[in-house]
């Protein structure tokens, strides 16, 4: 930036080579109201040409914010010409091989120098260049995208004039043939009134897909989905079995699709129920559909049959309480999951619950519908859902009680509060000057 009349007696008043490490240049300098300044921008190296941007700001800041993308929908052509639109935000399972991706990207205020490129990388290998942006002026974009068999990784990004990039945001799309993928995937279960008892499955082509949790507790890797459309309540149990041992994972979930069948929804998750085999036994309610994923133990190819049953049954709410610190879980041979409250049970099934008391706390006593139960000592307590009731676990803190030191009785006595020992200890300081002091000493007793 220089001041003067001629190039002869131009007088700098300032300049600026990098800054912060940045090929493009900022500079900041004060200017005087009613002055003329005249600006030179040349390139690094001498012989260097090309285009370049210029933004000159009074008062303006250098530009250090990142450009914002997102997606916004995946469109989805039909055989009727028309598209479904698909919003963002877990796996998107397709058939087709072509679909039309639209996202937006914008450079935030307060200093919009604006997007230089928007970038679609599909697999890792960018897409036809930069995505094409709309006409209208706005910050939306639009890009078709060519989709391989299976998983698809579509990562979207931008840099902006000041050379600010974005974060990576990364969308996930498959591609399957529904006559060669199976029951592969979860919007592709098949349902259990075409199950039958001595139909065989094997895992060996089948994949874990995008968003899919553990089942059973156990990562797994190879699982296949099953469906149930509940139209009477009742008790819906599943089984594997096979001639040969097989190692198998079970799980139930609800929802529609696999975002909703998260973690939070299971109802009903097995590992091993006997010789490696799975086994869960839940509450279905008219209405609702239900999928069942079933998978090999640590991703093992395996070969089962899925024996299932439903009975029909009346389902029986019941309230989950804690009063104190500690919780409660089931401890049930079907597998319940209790994540929710109320939870619903077959009528006249046996639950049984196990209460875990808080570091330096213990149950004091079972209560259902408030009535205080003969299981007051006892960790578990077994009960039957005949009627809408609450039970609930009272915990009491720990009290100190005094006990032998089993190390040298005669010397020590000591208290035990929860999982610690207090001794006080009574010694002679010295053989001229008798006298005594206390000593307390604090451990983690190892004969406890």
């Avoid at 290998?125 to 989709?147: C, F, M």
Wanted: proline content about 4%.
């Amino acid at each position: 930036v220089y001041q003067g009349d001629g190039v002869e007696s131009l007088s700098e008043i300032a300049s600026v080579d990098q800054f912060m490490g940045r090929a493009a240049a900022y500079l900041e300098t004060e200017v005087i109201s009613g002055e003329t300044y005249h600006i030179a921008v040349g390139s690094y190296r001498p012989g260097r040409g090309g285009s370049l941007r210029l933004r000159v700001v009074p008062n303006g800041e250098a530009d250090w914010i990142s450009p914002v993308v997102d997606f916004s929908q995946v469109l989805v052509p039909q055989d009727d010409s028309e598209s479904i639109a698909y919003f963002p935000g877990d796996g998107i399972v397709t058939e087709q091989d072509l679909v039309e991706i639209w996202g937006t990207a914008y450079d935030p205020a307060p200093s919009v120098y604006g997007i230089r490129e928007t970038v679609i990388r599909i697999n890792g290998e960018k897409a036809g260049g930069s995505a094409i942006q709309a006409g209208d002026g706005s910050n939306a974009w639009n890009i078709i995208a060519n989709l391989v068999p299976g998983p698809n990784t579509i990562e979207l990004s931008a840099v902006d004039f000041s050379g600010n990039r974005s974060e990576i945001k990364t969308l996930f799309v498959t591609r399957i043939d529904n006559d060669g993928w199976g029951n592969d995937h979860y919007h592709l279960a098949k349902n259990l009134s075409e199950v039958s008892d001595d139909m065989l499955f094997s895992n060996q082509s089948a994949t874990k897909e995008w968003g899919e949790g553990h089942h059973g507790g156990n990562r797994g890797g190879k699982s296949l989905w099953f469906k149930y459309e509940a139209t009477v309540d009742g008790a819906l149990a599943l089984e594997t079995r096979n001639r040969r041992q097989a190692d198998t994972l079970i799980a139930a979930y609800v929802g529609k699709d696999l975002r909703k069948a998260s973690a939070n929804k299971v109802l009903a998750e097995n590992d091993d129920f006997k010789n490696g085999f799975s086994r869960i036994r839940f509450a279905v309610q008219e209405g609702q559909t239900y999928h069942i994923a079933v998978d090999g133990f640590d991703g093992r190819e395996v070969e089962f049959l899925l024996n299932w049953e439903f009975e029909a049954k009346e389902l029986i709410p019941l309230t989950l309480a804690v009063d104190g610190n500690g919780s409660i879980v089931p401890s049930s041979a079907d597998g319940l999951v209790f994540n929710r409250s109320p939870i619903l049970i077959p009528e006249g099934d046996e639950i049984q619950l196990t209460a875990i008391a808080n570091r330096n706390h213990t149950l004091s006593n079972w209560e259902i519908g408030g009535v205080e139960t003969d299981d007051e000592t006892t960790d578990a307590i077994r009960t039957f859902a005949v009627m809408s009731s609450t039970i609930t676990a009272v915990f009491d803190r720990l009290r100190p009680r005094r006990i032998l030191n089993p190390v040298d009785p005669g010397m020590h006595q000591g208290l035990l509060v929860g999982d610690y020992m207090i001794f006080r200890t009574v010694i002679t300081v010295s053989s001229w000057l008798p006298r005594q002091l206390p000593m307390v000493k604090v451990q983690r007793s190892p004969w406890m």
